[in-house]
């Protein structure tokens, strides 16, 4: 479900007054702007290029209200509407000079972007005043909902991706397919505390489904033509195929339909299914690999077992790069520092929802040799993020590594990918202090570690970078 984010855009004002021992009027005060009127030229100049980053988000990014505060009354003035209002996020371009007031912005309750110029034309009165504001804010541990951003758009765009994944996991409707997996980080109902804290950090709310439902469910549904189009474009756009049983892998199509039908109904954003650690292949004589990996694909997190900190995860990671992830089993490898990463229900659109798909063979869940699902054939150099978050979500290890290959053939699950990480032994000293054994590896393509440690800050996560 798409979600339009709103971000209110402000503007301090210069306003000359008495100095400090009240014995003078100052000429000038810091920054370029003298008057309200060039800090209206100045808002005109920053529409425009606010514009330019609303086409790149498709239109998903609303920028709004364009406020010009002189005064610490100013902003709390603001404060109630933009607390109560549909306002996601604030950007304060800071014209003016600002600290002396900056905990009136304490107020809003929403994430906070500082944005000053200190090196790019024209100077603003925020100028050289950054790590004076960030020292403020670590010292009353505000950084979390706050950070300052010094004349680069390119880095205000990370953070409005913060802002905006932090948005959709709070309005995000997430589906649960059978129970949660019982046993989770070597704790039983470890998902159950894992779904409250989600709750309690984000609002998400999870409607459960039984498995005897969606077994009546799946009864009911028939075959379509459209399906069967659906199986043969699957194969024929496939590298090549192997141990598929064509009843199971075309009602891993059916299956399909089922699961974006219930999604659709419900309107959600997310869904897991417990498919492994139950009975319910044996029931429908298929797997749902195809489902989740077309799911991810369309832009629905989906991810199996019925784990909820690996579907957190995976949430904040697409909402942040606007691409699928990839979930798997992880195998560390101390003598090569590197890792393995492996799965059955890999998405094939890696570089983005918009992009092409990478290529993959035609193949069957590999435990049962049922169903049908990609095998993904990733690319070799590619540079990747790497996340763990634990069942307390307490923290998230947060690394880069580079693909060095793929589909190696060992017997595990279908798509395979091995890569080497920077840091390899703090990275593994990382995730044994704070990572559950067994605990699902999340890969996504490209270096994201700073966009995913400034939402794990939103979300009062520790993020653990390596």
């Not at 109560?84 to 304490?106: C, E, R």
């Not at 995000?172 to 159950?192: D, F």
Request: proline share 3%; with cysteine.
């Amino acid at each position: 479900m798409k979600h339009r984010i709103k971000i209110r855009v402000m503007f301090t004002c210069p306003v000359l007054k008495a100095g400090i021992t009240e014995g003078f009027t100052p000429v000038n005060v810091w920054g370029w702007a003298r008057s309200d009127k060039q800090v209206a030229e100045e808002i005109e100049r920053v529409k425009k290029d606010l514009s330019e980053i609303e086409r790149e988000f498709d239109g998903e990014i609303e920028f709004e209200g364009w406020d010009m505060l002189h005064v610490e009354d100013d902003i709390l003035e603001k404060s109630y509407e933009i607390q109560t209002g549909d306002i996601d996020g604030v950007i304060v371009f800071g014209v003016a000079q600002f600290w002396g007031y900056l905990g009136s912005f304490y107020t809003f309750n929403k994430p906070i972007i500082f944005f000053g110029r200190e090196y790019t034309e024209p100077p603003y009165g925020f100028n050289l005043l950054t790590e004076h504001i960030n020292w403020i804010l670590k010292s009353i541990g505000k950084q979390g909902w706050a950070c300052t951003v010094v004349d680069s758009y390119e880095k205000l765009k990370k953070e409005i991706r913060a802002i905006r994944a932090f948005a959709k996991l709070k309005k995000a409707k997430v589906i649960c397919i059978g129970k949660p997996n019982e046993w989770k980080g070597a704790e039983k109902w470890g998902n159950y505390r894992t779904i409250r804290i989600m709750q309690e950090k984000t609002g998400i709310n999870v409607k459960f489904i039984s498995l005897d439902e969606i077994e009546r469910e799946y009864e009911k549904m028939e075959e379509t033509e459209n399906m069967k189009e659906d199986y043969q474009k699957f194969l024929q756009s496939a590298e090549s195929q192997h141990d598929l049983d064509e009843d199971s892998a075309r009602n891993a199509v059916k299956f399909y339909y089922l699961m974006r039908k219930i999604v659709e109904d419900v309107e959600a954003d997310a869904v897991t299914i417990n498919c492994y650690a139950t009975n319910l292949i044996d029931r429908i004589g298929t797997t749902p690999c195809y489902a989740l990996a077309r799911l991810n694909d369309e832009g629905i997190i989906a991810a199996c077992e019925a784990d909820f900190s690996a579907l957190f995860n995976m949430m904040m990671v697409s909402y942040l790069t606007d691409r699928p992830c990839f979930m798997g089993d992880a195998v560390y490898n101390e003598e090569r520092c590197n890792v393995i990463n492996a799965h059955c229900s890999c998405p094939t659109k890696l570089s983005g929802y918009k992009n092409r798909g990478e290529p993959y063979i035609a193949t069957s869940h590999y435990e049962s040799e049922k169903g049908l699902t990609p095998q993904v054939i990733m690319k070799k150099g590619q540079e990747i993020t790497i996340t763990l978050l634990p069942t307390n979500m307490e923290s998230m290890v947060i690394a880069k590594g580079v693909i060095t290959d793929v589909n190696m053939g060992y017997p595990m699950c279908r798509t395979q990918v091995e890569f080497k990480v920077e840091n390899f032994d703090e990275f593994l000293k990382a995730c044994e202090d704070n990572i559950n054994f067994f605990e699902h590896m999340v890969n996504v393509y490209g270096d994201h570690r700073e966009e995913v440690a400034r939402l794990c800050r939103l979300l009062g996560l520790n993020p653990i970078i390596i």
